[in-house]
């Protein structure tokens, strides 16, 4: 069974470990789902000093984030198959590295622009059974949103089915390869905490999905998350497919 992290900045970095761990004990009531996991880390970013306050270390600066996050899960689970791909999504990766994607794969994207999430809902909706669980956040808020197919059916919507919005976005942004990401950091400031809450929420609603019926149609694929203080406490958007 193949897990995949696509991004190993701040929230794949905070959202790997508690994988790992789920994945290599897990619970009874899911033991017998994960049957020969192999975890998939891919990012094609390295390690920079203005990321220290969120993820890494300083002993990690220049190295590439994938690797160095997989070393991490490998000296703390030396059980757990993990494979890496130091490099960004893209049509040329697939087509180099086609091993990671197959039938039945549960990806948590933790990338930070909808052109990538878009790329990869289009590439996932040629399979007929996996789960991709997707996270985002700003500097003290964030959602967790969640899409599942089994036997060729959706048992909920794609995430840009339900945020059309996202497809629009995507016309005016860009690859991470095609970015400054010390520019992006002073404008798009985030906090550990948010980056922390959302891979948090991820992990509850991917396993939340675990803990139903493989056939089952799920009555939500979102959680928001928010840290200010002043919001909302966290509410399951409930779904219907349309």
Known sequence: M?????????????????????????????????????????????????????????????RNKAEVLADFIRGVFPQLQVRTVPLYLSDKLLSEH??????????????????????VEDRLDRFDDFTWVDGGNDEDSGQAMAWRRTEGVDRCPAITRRNPEMRQESTGDTFPDQVDCSQEWVTQPQLALANRAVSTAMLQLWFSHMLTKPNDMMTYNAIPVSIDGRSEPQVQRDLQLI
């Open 98 to 119: 086609r091993e990671w994607l197959k039938e039945g794969i549960t990806i948590f994207g933790c990338v930070d622009n909808n052109t990538t999430r878009c790329f």
């Open 2 to 62: 193949n897990f995949a992290i696509l991004g190993a900045g701040g929230i794949g970095y905070h959202l790997a470990e508690d994988l790992a761990r789920l994945i290599c004990y897990p619970p009874a009531v899911v033991k017998d789902r994960f049957k020969d996991p192999v975890l998939w880390i891919i990012d094609g970013d390295e390690v920079e000093d203005h990321n220290l306050g969120r993820q890494h270390g300083a002993a990690s600066v220049g």
